[in-house]
């Protein structure tokens, strides 16, 4: 028994390791003073420094904001929507609607780019930063609307009953009970949204126009041309916002009320 | 029960093919304390709920203080329901929760406060009115739920199993508590269960359904004393029963022969109305109320028939005893242990059962 | 709003019959030429390539996530979260960030080889990046998560009794594995493969940036039939070779799933 678990935890371990030992590095090398040598030449804090003075860099990191927070906006409106419609209101074609909502969610995202670039290209819509959030919104609407939907499924059906009961009207029972409920899932798969907004490469590179360049795109072509320790600096700085925004949304989606 | 407050005219409610509601007319009237008991499936929630308005009945009507509620939405009838599992807003305080029905009829904000504060003294609960209903006890929720429904002083409270998720003490004390609070405001309660104890305890009158339809209307002395079918007697709990023919007509008695037992014994028993000379009866008894004796005729009881003990059960207040009347036709017998001497038999030993007339009750087929 | 990406799709199907103009464009025309040339050698080795890489990504994911998924739901609950958020950071790191980092460590100046150099252990570099296998630790690192969350769940609801159940019946340790542990996590099994082959599969970042020139897989090729080469219906009936090839492995996941839940259901 305690062989296996010793057995257990050093496979564990080892891939925790195998996970981490990667952005570990990164990091560290990130405070490395020497430009090109793998080994370590003393502490800085120049790559930092130089980041800061990148003004094609922060262009892109204001682009990728405004990205963010309008496609996170679009799809948060329109995901909802889109999980009170299918959880509550039964029409016809819900079950077409249903699997087209969550195609995005398993189609290759290279073929999410492509056909996105494809339509903009047939309805003649130049490619631009607009289209860019567009198509961030259409692959972060699904997953708003499985999540605020998952949600309002685990909420009891008689709540909305009970405010009726009790006087409400339909849209105050949805307002005054099941919106304030369901606000922890909403509030948390918006900032997922926007995580994934930021972090989004492949959509963004069929979608993108010239000049419209998000955080991704420039790290990209970063990437390919060189290694050097700004992109160390500048990941380590990516790493920390998406840790801060996903642990953000966790403490989100756990305040919420539970009854079961 | 002066005037109708509550009327249900041949009330139909068909959920895809079953039919949940068949024909239901029931009149209830106002300050009555009226349950509907009846096991699951019964038809008893969908009643309920088409009074409260979350279903609408196929056919027939309901009227509340004369006013038909065919148009009538949920929110814009004067009952109020009391949910099975509460629903309380997980979200809401205490408070919030029993303000929330005044909020919603927007209810001046000083007697918002007034109404809640006095509820909350009714159901005892002003201390903990901060808290949220995740942090109170089974009960406490349960007095909630109540509070919030009848702080709006809706003219009919609709009650839905109130009791099913407590344990059997709480049970107890809340059927008590439940009957007293009901006397204290005054309005007409109509609850839901298919608990045949606590519909007997709190009720002024109880119906009896099944299968979507009305078996039996009355106050649980009449219900339990005379039920009117075999189904009403097995749900109060008569379980022994003895088919018969009628055979001989005396004024009020009538002589029953007991078709199914060998020798045709002839017992004594209340002529049932409508029945005559002839007719095919059951003759229905209570397990309680029969008497085991080892001895032959040495009192005074009217019928006395032999019998063998088959199990024997000792339950801490009384004795239970499985009692073969044939081979295939077996009674329960239960004896309460009102003296600490009281004679106890084995299985295998041969005793005589022993009632009085008045303790059977025969229902002509 | 469900039409809001299914016509862009719908668009690649229909564009995928058609032909390449002269300079680019999109000749409207019907002829599955283009699925004929998806068949071409040269072509199907790529698809084969790929189906190959995302297969063997799928089972290291699988050995490696086994025993982390294992560990973690037999942990005190409380522990349980702390293992699962840890799983959880690197997945939710910028995917470009975390192959770079690759980059940085399999680079022939990288950190691996000046490693093994300086422990002596070998003494010229390895020429890891730009390499399948650099492909697949891309890929396996990428997609481990997705083989560990759903593993995760299948094990934790497999009650402790039956495994003890089965020790008290005299089953030695792997019996217990393959006849007890096995069968009954096997949707779990079955959704974490399914989760890492499908993005392994239509992966472009990962060949893009850690594999040569003969890593190339079918996202790469797509990309360069839109981009590079402009020939957008072949680009297309790329595409939807590859939509088929995943919505295949969906379908029999989805069949797994629905047997799964059939006894559970509710309502």
Redesign the interface.
Known sequence: MSRRRAWLLGASLADLLFLYAPIVVLIFFSFNASRLSASWRGFTLQWYRLLAEDHALLAAVQNSLLVGLASTFVATLLGVCAAVGLERVPFKGRKLVEGALLLPLVIPEVMMGVSLMLFFALVKVPLSLVTVTIGHAAFNLPIVAVIVRARLRKLDPTLEEAARDLGATAWQAFRRVTLPLLMPAILGSALMAFTISLDDFIVTFFTAGPGATTLPLKVYSMVRSSVTPEINALSAILVLVSMSLIASSLVLQRKSPTQD | MTDNHVELRDVVKRHGATLAVDGLSLEVGRGEFFSILGPSGAGKTTTLRML???ERPDQGDILIEGRSMRQV????RP???V???Y?????LTVAGNIA??LE??RVPTAEIQDRVGTILDMVKLRPKQDR???QLSGGEQQRVALA??LV?RPAVLLLDEPLGALDQQLRLDMQVELKAIQEQVGITFICVTHHQEEALTMSDRVAVMNHGRLLQVGSPQEIYETPASLFVANFIGISNSLRGRIDRVDEANCLVRAVDLAGQPTLLARLPAGAGEGSPVTLLLRPERLCLSSEVRRSSYDNELPARISKAIYNGSGMQYQVALSDDLVWAARLSNSSSNQKRFLPGEAVFIRWNADEGVVLSE | MGAFFFLPLLLVLVISFASRGTYGGVEWSFSLANYATVADPLYLKIFLHSLVLALVATVLCLVLGFPLAYYIARLPVRWQGVWLLLVMIPFWTNFLVRTYAWIFMLRTEGLLNSLLIGSGLIDKPLEVLFSDTAVLIGLVYGYLPFMVLPLYAAIERLPRSVVEAAWDLYAPAWAVFWRVILPLTKPGVVAGCILVFIPSLGAFITPDLLGGARSMMVGNLIQHEYLVVRDWPFGSAVSFVLMGLVLTGLMAYLRTEETMNKPGEER
Do not use: C, D, I, T
Not at chain 2, 73 to 76: G, I, S, V
Not at chain 2, 87 to 91: R, S
């Open positions: 409260a308005g979350f939405p949920p929110n814009h009952v109020n329901l949910f099975q599992h629903a309380l807003f997980p979200h929330f029905g919603m009829r949220l209903p995740a919030r429904a709006n």
